[in-house]
């Protein structure tokens, strides 16, 4: 199965860019990732910009609304995500429970949704 | 109805109530999915109804409801559109179909329980679902008989119980024992579920019997069950022996309708056999040199069962093991427990002193069994005034009759004094 493992953070939690912990932090996702790629489930796996970089539209009545920022104020934002192949949710659990951000913010795990 | 049929019927209902669960797990895993499982042990259970009473019941009913809701399961799947496609899927299922063994014995039919209840008990399934869920594929309860004993609606029940196993389904939610590093996590859940089910019957929390003693009796089942596949756990020994010496006292618990607290109750009828295998239980956890929370509660009731007399209890041991559950598991909760201990080994200044913490205070200001503690403690003070009001608001907090009629007499009683 495949599963999105969504990253969930603060801002103002975790090591702050500028940092040497920040440093730290992003050479440990670097060192995690090859991790994901010698098990094998890794499938993909990236970092968002911040939410102050977002757009967020919606199509009403056949016109696209823009807007600037995400569209809800939510704390937490979506920093990243990673798509591992697993078979069962607890290997996904296993490898989610890797990733840095876990230690300050969430991981949320997700299976894709199955068309057969 | 004529003999076979009630003959029929009463084998059919044993098995409900004690093979249904190692039937169903056995199902789930060669068929991967348990609500297709348990649709093709219900189809089973039918057969079994027109055949055995045409052609008696077979010697061991167990494998023939077992090979037989293995048919039906192919059966199903056969029709379903994509067979061919998942066939590899159904490789161990398909593998079975070739064996005729209706009459395997008990002993050589395999025990996959322990891979269904961490499945059921896994902590990404909502809590009151994992309970619900546990009963329902391992107890064999029906869903009606669930709703009735959580006071839920039948209907609210039923989608739990679907929303449960779609998302183990969905998820993916693997059919197996967890891996080491998951163990702790994992069987901790397993252990609360089982705790749960015997607290609900123990003190049924609304509702106007005190004591459902049918899940209470399920709970010792499972508990036992689970004991006997992982033995050397400590923890789950002790949880055992927990609900062992607790249930040793439900005779005693009430009386003519009404509740009777371990203090004034009738020692008697207390039942020796489940104390003694109960003590027996904890000395082996104990011994494994891995103390638990179940242990240590376990521990605590085992010295409660051995004074004679509520004035015979020794509550400096009791008091100390609070303490020792209380660095393990520091909740508000065992922090109230030690004080009553407290109040008998020290005196009733000294447990007030014990709950004094503002944060307690916060934390249990709508806790029931917290105003009836302190109402106790005020009365054996002398301070009427604020036992009458702590009498007062547990009365308030309750939702169970029999425990209202208890705090009532008591809050009567100070008046006569």
């Known amino acids: 199965m495949q599963y999105m493992a969504l990253i969930y953070t603060a801002a103002d939690a975790g090591p702050q860019p500028g940092s040497d912990e920040f440093n730290a932090y992003i050479k440990e996702y670097q060192s995690v990732t090859e991790d994901f790629k010698q098990a094998g489930v890794m499938v993909a796996g990236d970092g968002l910009q911040g939410t102050d970089t977002a757009t967020t539209i919606r199509k009403r009545d056949g016109k696209i609304e823009t807007m600037d920022g995400p569209f809800a104020e939510t704390k937490e934002f979506l920093g990243g995500y990673y798509i591992f192949e697993c078979a069962t949710l607890d290997e996904a659990i296993k490898y989610a429970a890797m990733i840095p951000t876990a230690r300050f913010g969430s991981i949320e795990i997700r299976p894709f949704m199955n068309y057969n | 109805m004529n003999s076979p049929q009630i003959h029929t019927q009463n084998a059919i209902e044993r098995i409900v109530r004690k093979d249904w669960g190692q039937i169903l797990a056995i199902l789930v895993k060669h068929i991967g999915d348990i609500q297709l499982a348990e649709d093709c042990l219900q189809d089973a259970m039918e057969s079994a109804l027109n055949h055995w009473h045409r052609s008696g019941v077979p010697r ?121 590093e998951f163990w702790p996590d994992r069987l901790n859940s397993v252990l609360s579920v089982l705790y749960l089910i015997f607290n609900e019957g123990y003190r049924a929390s609304s509702g106007d019997t005190p004591v459902r003693h049918d899940l209470c009796e399920e709970a010792i089942r499972l508990t036992r069950a689970i004991s006997a596949l992982i033995p050397q756990e400590p923890e789950i020994t002790g949880l055992l022996a927990l609900m062992l010496l607790h249930h040793s006292r439900s005779c005693a618990r009430h009386d003519q309708g009404k509740l009777v607290i371990m203090q004034d109750q009738d020692r008697s009828r207390w039942s020796a056999d489940l104390i003694t295998e109960g003590k027996r239980l904890v000395v082996e956890a104990l011994e494994l040199g891995k103390p638990g929370p179940y242990q240590i509660q376990a521990a605590i009731s085992a010295v409660h069962a051995d004074a004679n007399k509520h004035s015979e209890t020794d509550w400096h041991q009791i008091a100390l093991l609070y303490g020792q559950l209380y660095t393990m598991t520091p909740s508000h909760v065992v922090r109230l427990n030690q004080a009553v201990a407290v109040s008998y080994a020290q005196g009733v200044d000294a447990a007030i002193g014990l709950l004094g913490d503002e944060n307690l205070v916060d934390t249990l200001a709508n806790y029931q069994p917290y105003h009836a503690t302190m109402a106790d403690l005020h009365r054996r003070r002398g301070d009427i005034a604020a036992a009458t009001q702590a009498y007062k608001r547990a009365i308030e907090l309750s939702d169970n009759r029999l425990e209202k009629n208890f705090l009532g007499q008591r809050l009567l009683e100070l008046g006569l004094n």
């Open chain 2, 60 to 180: 061991v009913p167990m494998a023939w409801l077992l090979q037989t809701a293995r048919r039906k399961a192919i059966d199903r799947i056969r029709r379903t559109k994509n067979f061919e496609s998942k066939q590899a899927e159904y490789a161990l299922l398909i593998e079975q179909e070739n064996n005729h063994d209706y009459e395997m014995t008990r002993e050589a039919i395999p025990d996959e329980r322990l891979r269904m209840i961490f499945t059921c008990c896994h902590p990404a399934i909502e809590e009151k679902a994992r309970v619900a869920l546990t009963l329902r594929t391992l107890g064999g309860l029906t869903t009606s008989e669930i709703a009735l004993a959580f006071l839920d609606q039948e209907k609210a029940m039923a989608q739990r119980l679907v929303r449960a196993k779609r998302k183990i389904r969905d998820a993916g939610i693997g059919y197996e024992i967890p891996d080491r």
